[in-house]
């Protein structure tokens, strides 16, 4: 398979002013000062001229994946997708970033020492990226039923290098066989991407119930977004939406 480019309309990467709020901790119960709407304003109106979402995808066999998720042999020992290998038939690798553009403006703000704005635009660029992903996965979810290619019970999820127990040195593996240079995402010796907004894995094809996953593996005690109950019960609701 050849990869594919995935050039997304930054409007539907825009995360809403709901979502930043919610991001900012600020409890339903307080209204915020008016200064935060306008920081947001600013931050999406920022977001919106500067972010060039894209995304590079290629679907690659069991196999290849599942020596490629071997990596340099750091994974944890109950590696979730090690589970979840021969359950799944299909594996697309993808990369999606928001782009250089949006991270140069971030280092820029913060270097001239204005704060709230960088932290906004930084939190709406962190939103983008993922929305990024999460568009990729749709992208390739409505490929694959265009094809007949997606059975009924089936769903899609994606995981990255650095949850679940996939460790972040399997980032190099994973860019060796994508190549997401080509959309001008680079990987440095110390796994960071550059744009820094960006985020690289694997979607999986599998039954809807592989991916009922409970946040109880040793590892889980470091994951920092903890979203696995989350995803699942949005897929049993978007399978629901289908019927
Ligand atoms: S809490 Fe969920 S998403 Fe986080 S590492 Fe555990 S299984 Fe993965």
């Known amino acids: 398979m050849?990869?594919?480019l995935h050039e997304i309309?930054?409007?539907?990467?825009?995360?809403?002013?709901?979502?930043?709020?919610?991001?900012?901790?600020?409890?339903?119960?307080?209204?915020?000062?008016?200064?935060?709407?306008?920081?947001?304003?600013?931050?999406?109106?920022?977001y919106s001229d500067l972010a060039e979402p894209k995304s590079l995808?290629?679907?690659?066999?069991?196999?290849?994946?599942?020596?490629?998720?071997?990596?340099?042999?750091?994974?944890?020992?109950?590696?979730?997708?090690?589970?979840?290998?021969?359950?799944?038939?299909?594996?697309?690798?993808?990369?999606s970033t928001a782009g250089q553009k949006v991270c140069t403006e971030i280092e820029r703000l913060f270097a001239s020492n204005e704060f709230p704005l960088a932290s906004m635009l930084d939190a709406t660029a962190s939103e983008g990226a993922d929305l990024v992903a999460e568009i990729t996965q749709e992208m390739i979810r409505k490929q694959l039923k265009n094809n007949d290619q997606l059975d009924a019970g089936q769903e899609l999820l994606r995981f990255s290098p650095g949850y679940c127990g996939w460790h972040i040195s399997g980032q190099?593996?994973?860019?060796?066989?994508?190549?997401?240079?080509?959309?001008?995402?680079?990987?440095?010796?110390?796994?960071?991407?550059s744009p820094l907004k960006s985020v690289s894995g694997v979607i999986l094809k599998a039954p809807i119930e592989a991916f009922d996953i409970y946040d109880n593996f040793p590892y889980c005690a470091d994951c920092r977004n903890r979203s696995c109950r989350d995803r699942y019960h949005t897929l049993v609701a978007k399978m629901e939406n289908n019927k």
């Open 2 to 4: 050849k990869p594919q």
């Open 9 to 46: 309309d930054v409007d539907q990467t825009l995360a809403t002013t709901a979502s930043l709020l919610a991001g900012q901790s600020i409890p339903d119960s307080v209204t915020p000062d008016d200064r935060i709407y306008q920081l947001i304003k600013d931050a999406r109106k920022l």
């Open 57 to 95: 995808t290629i679907e690659i066999e069991r196999d290849q994946f599942a020596e490629l998720f071997i990596g340099e042999r750091n994974n944890h020992p109950d590696a979730l997708l090690t589970e979840l290998i021969p359950l799944a038939d299909s594996f697309t690798l993808f990369a």
């Open 172 to 193: 190099h593996k994973l860019f060796d066989t994508l190549q997401p240079s080509l959309i001008g995402i680079e990987l440095s010796e110390s796994y960071l991407m």
